[in-house]
């Protein structure tokens, strides 16, 4: 078994991650770390998430300086599910043993660390860290997922995003004139667990926000290699996020070729799945599924594509746990289909 810890248990995408690891055949789940002076430190996990009651028996720990500079010997595997700027200053820590590090936080999405300070609003420090990082979207770079130490998890946007238009971009088929135009909505909990005015129930109302600014967007246009317009928006609803993106094909594309491109990428891939109808957010809650549909204006060379996922799954854990079966050589979805508790 593969020794594996969970670093931001307490929050939404660490408790998956805990649900998933703790039922994974080749992880052994031990140890559970909030941040040092977390309020949560030392109460049991299942009493902030009840349902995970009779699968996981694991407490909250304090991770301290002391501890945090074990974890690179203590473990083969260390998921982070904690805040960019928590990810960033341990780094360099985490990696120094021959832990793999699968990181959720976008710390070490963005290779172009101008473009990083203007999004996240803090210098890079650790250049050398960056550029080892290797980004897991794991249907599309598995060769190098499965070789690196650091693995920077997807944010839960771009996830949606490029699974939908990557095939078209690789095949050739977008047109280079006008950029692609992604509208997305997702639940609240992208936000995460603490909780702010913002995402208040009854402050919630669908609604545009990061327009023009979102930090997504330069994390989509740099694993597409192209620019696009993205716009995400704010839903009164748990989890899940619906992208609906409008693209203008090269000259002279069919229906045929598009709907062959995402077939070819897709064949061998279980987790993403090609419906014959645009996507609901139903049927990929709670799944770490990814559900693409698209149609086709051969007329006038337009195509709309859908794409659907949990933001908490393959936006985030599942996917996660993707890129360390790749990076350890398991089955491609070990962990992963199976019924959840
Ligand atoms: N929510 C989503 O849909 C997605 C989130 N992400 C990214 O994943 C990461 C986690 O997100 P999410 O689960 O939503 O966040 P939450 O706010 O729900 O959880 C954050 C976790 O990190 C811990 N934490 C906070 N500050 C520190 C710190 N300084 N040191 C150590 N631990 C800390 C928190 O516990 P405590 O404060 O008690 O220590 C908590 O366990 C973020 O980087 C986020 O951007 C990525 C994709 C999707
Ligand atoms: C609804 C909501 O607030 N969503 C988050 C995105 C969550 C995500 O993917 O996180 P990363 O920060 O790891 O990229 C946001 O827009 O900031």
């Given at each position: 078994m593969l020794r594996c810890c969970v670093v931001g248990a307490s929050g939404y995408t660490g408790s998956e991650l805990v649900r998933l690891l703790a039922k994974h055949p080749n992880f052994d789940l031990s140890d559970c770390f909030v941040s040092a002076g977390s309020q949560d430190a030392h109460r049991p996990i299942t009493a902030l998430y009840p349902g995970l009651q009779g699968h996981v028996d694991l407490t909250l720990q304090p991770l301290d300086d002391q501890r945090l500079a074990l974890l690179a010997q203590q473990f083969d595997a260390i998921f982070l599910a904690t805040p960019h700027e928590a990810s960033h200053d341990w780094m360099p820590a985490l990696t120094a043993g021959n832990a793999r590090v699968f990181d959720l936080s976008g710390a070490f999405r963005l290779p172009d660390t101008d473009v990083f300070a203007q999004h996240y609003g803090f210098a890079h420090q650790h250049r050398a860290l960056l550029d080892t990082a290797v980004y897991g979207l794991a249907e599309w770079h598995a060769p190098r997922i499965a070789d690196s130490q650091l693995i920077a998890v997807p944010g839960c946007y771009p996830t949606a995003s490029l699974l939908a238009l990557k095939p078209l971009a690789e095949a050739n088929l977008l047109s280079a004139e006008q950029w692609p135009v992604i509208n997305a909505v997702s639940g609240v909990s992208g936000a995460g667990r603490k909780a702010s005015l913002n995402t208040s129930v009854c402050e919630v109302s669908l609604q545009a926000y990061g327009?023009?600014?979102?930090?997504h967007q330069p994390e989509i246009a740099q694993y597409l290699g192209q620019p696009v317009l993205f716009t995400p928006h704010l839903g009164n609803f748990k989890r899940g996020i619906l992208a609906t993106i409008a693209v203008k094909l090269a000259s002279g594309v069919t229906a045929q070729q598009v709907s062959d491109a995402y077939q070819q990428r897709y064949a061998?891939?279980?987790?993403v799945r090609l419906l014959d109808h645009f996507p609901r957010l139903d049927d990929v809650v709670n799944t770490p599924h990814c559900d693409l549909h698209w149609k086709v204006d051969e007329a006038s060379g337009h195509a709309v594509l859908g794409s659907a996922i949990d933001n908490l799954l393959k936006g985030a854990a599942s996917q996660a746990v993707q890129c360390a079966n790749l990076a350890f050589q398991l089955a491609p979805t070990a962990g992963l289909l199976e019924v959840r508790p």
């Open positions: 327009v023009l600014g979102h930090r061998d891939s279980p987790v």
